[in-house]
């Protein structure tokens, strides 16, 4: 059999393709953070996790400058043997201070951040519990590990309870959930899941990187349950609020350490490059001395969300900058993501596997209102010609 025998048969992205309705590796040609320009023609980015604005904030700009200047533009290498900078080092512990947490570990990717930390930790013998709708780069992070692998129902803390019960007694248990999910915008329930935990010894990664910048002052899922310090340990990616590319673990010392020495994702791996080291170390810095920037993208996504709703538009439940909008199906979602690019609004077309249909929209702190009024108004002539179609009341 030919390995490659599949690469003839996937026709579905041609298809698309062909027919002029293919939404994904949008090419971009100019990118302001909350516009960017896309065949000549300026659009309103709804589909960016940069919540904080930060990318092109020049204070960040300008540190990741001078980083390239400083140390070049690789590490060409990893942290472990040639690639630590003294830069990735003060990184590790100003994140650390900021989430109120004793240490943290930088890794290249977040998702490289979620491969190490649970594979770093869980093996054959263990359990690694995750709930159904987690980030792609846990189910994967499980996969590695040899553990066995068990999902709950979204956010359920009686299904997690349920799944708990039925393991081994002597199994050591790793529990994964995101703090908010990248989908819908809900948060967790975090005290129930953690009490369940501590009910059957199970240990809890909380993947936070919705709700790093976003949730309480930027501190995240933790605060804003009043939890500081009760997960046993987080990740975080810096390509959302930080404007960075790159991402980290934090927790108790010793569980630092030993993924320092463990975790394969970052001792085989090159370290994040100096100038994304730079972006998400003083974008940090800008996220402690300005915190507005916070309350600002609640504010926008408000906006847009209490307008979609008088227009009788389905956004769901979300309470952060994330606002999913229900379609219907494949040709659907891709007809509705095209007209509104063509009335100067980018969103984000999902269809399965990746979670049910929707559109999936995220605002920033620099989106102003003349940006807002502009989606709301192109969902409004959408909407208006579509009477009973696609946006669901
Ligand atoms: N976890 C979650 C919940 C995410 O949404 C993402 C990115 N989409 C990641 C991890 C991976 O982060 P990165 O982009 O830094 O690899």
């Not at 298809?15 to 309705?21: C, F, T």
């Not at 953690?194 to 009910?199: F, I, N, P, W």
């Not at 609004?345 to 009024?373: C, I």
Request: hydrophobic residues 40%.
């Amino acid at each position: 059999m030919d390995i490659f025998e599949k690469v003839h048969s996937f026709t579905a992205a041609r298809d698309a393709m062909a027919a002029g309705l293919y939404p994904y590796f949008i090419v971009l040609d100019g990118h302001e953070g909350a516009e960017v320009r896309h065949r000549g023609r300026d659009l309103v980015m709804c589909g960016s996790n940069n919540y904080l604005g930060l990318t092109t904030d020049p204070r960040v700009k300008a540190a990741s400058r001078a980083a390239i200047d400083e140390f070049g533009t690789s590490c060409t290498g990893s942290r472990f043997l040639n690639g630590n900078l003294e830069l990735h080092e003060t990184l590790e512990r100003e994140l650390a201070e900021f989430c109120g947490r004793q240490d943290a570990l930088v890794f290249s990717t977040g998702y490289q951040a979620n491969l190490g930390a649970v594979s770093g930790l869980a093996g054959r013998g263990d359990v690694v519990l995750i709930d159904r709708a987690a980030h792609a780069s846990a189910i994967d992070a499980a996969a590695l590990s040899g553990a066995k692998v068990r999902t709950f129902r979204h956010d359920d803390p009686e299904s997690l309870r349920r799944q708990l019960r039925a393991c081994p007694p002597d199994a050591g248990k790793l529990v994964v959930v995101d703090g908010v999910y990248s989908m819908e915008g809900d948060i967790c329930s975090l005290p129930d899941l953690l009490s369940v935990c501590h009910e059957h010894g199970a240990r809890l990664i909380l993947d936070d990187a919705h709700g790093l910048g976003v949730l309480a002052d930027g501190r995240g899922t933790e605060s804003h349950f009043g939890l500081a310090d009760r997960v046993d340990l987080l990740t975080v990616t810096f390509s959302k609020s930080l404007a960075s590319v790159g991402g980290a673990v934090i927790g108790d010392a010793d569980v630092i350490h030993y993924l320092r020495h463990h975790a394969r994702s970052l001792i085989f791996s090159a370290s994040m490059s100096p100038a994304n080291t730079a972006a998400a170390l003083a974008a940090l810095r800008v996220l402690k001395e300005e915190p507005w920037r916070v309350d600002h993208v609640h504010e926008n996504a408000t906006y847009v969300r209490d307008g979609l709703r008088r227009m009788g538009v389905d956004v769901g439940a979300s309470s952060t900058p994330i606002l999913p909008v229900p379609t219907k199906d494949l040709l659907d979602t891709f007809g509705v993501w095209k007209s509104l690019l063509g009335k100067g609004v980018y969103v984000n077309p999902v269809v399965p596997p990746a979670a049910s249909y929707r559109l999936r929209m995220s605002f920033m702190a620099t989106h102003t209102v003349d940006h807002l009024d502009r989606v709301l108004s192109a969902f409004e002539s959408e909407f208006a010609s579509r009477p009973a179609a696609v946006l669901q009341a």
